[in-house]
């Protein structure tokens, strides 16, 4: 579909949240997870649903990006197709985390390409503002992610 609203992107970006944290937590809860691969993926898991409910946070009644969300756009591309999930190691790994971290950070680049595509496009400055606060606190979060993930590496 070429016409979309900026809700549709941020439900499609809260869904793809759930999607990694159903992953993640499904991965942990497998046979042969090292300890500290299984405390990162417990982490990961947090941090997608912690994601998830911010973004849907923005569909509640009293929300500043009401109207936004109601902003209709034009671009041909579809939204992208999420990373195939199964791209996550295998647990046979121990407590490597390391492969972990960079399928994680490949699984956000995905946001983060979606949402400088939008910020690039942007019809109004309301909608500029909109995907630059996405920009940036998409980027904070994926250094979040590395600064936690060499966390547990350290242990």
Do not use: N
Not at 95 to 105: H, I, K, Q
Not at 121 to 141: C, H, P, W, Y
């Amino acid at each position: 579909m070429r016409f979309h609203q900026v809700r549709e992107l941020v439900r499609w970006a809260a869904d793809y949240h759930a999607r990694l944290d159903e992953a993640y937590a499904q991965w942990a809860a497998q046979e042969g997870v090292g300890e500290r691969r299984r405390m990162a993926l417990d982490y990961l898991a947090e941090h997608e649903r912690r994601m998830q409910h911010e973004l849907e946070s923005y569909f509640a009644e009293d929300s500043e990006h009401r109207g936004v969300l109601d902003t209709w756009f034009d671009d041909p591309e579809a939204f992208p197709h999420a990373p195939v999930l199964e791209r996550l190691p295998g647990g046979d790994d121990g407590d490597d985390v390391e492969a972990l971290l960079s399928t994680a950070l490949t699984l956000h680049r995905t946001l983060q390409d979606l949402y400088g595509h939008r910020l690039e496009r942007a019809g109004s400055e309301l909608e500029r503002a909109f995907f630059e606060a996405l920009v940036k606190g998409e980027d904070a979060e994926v250094r979040r992610l590395v600064r936690d993930i060499q966390r547990l590496e350290a242990y």
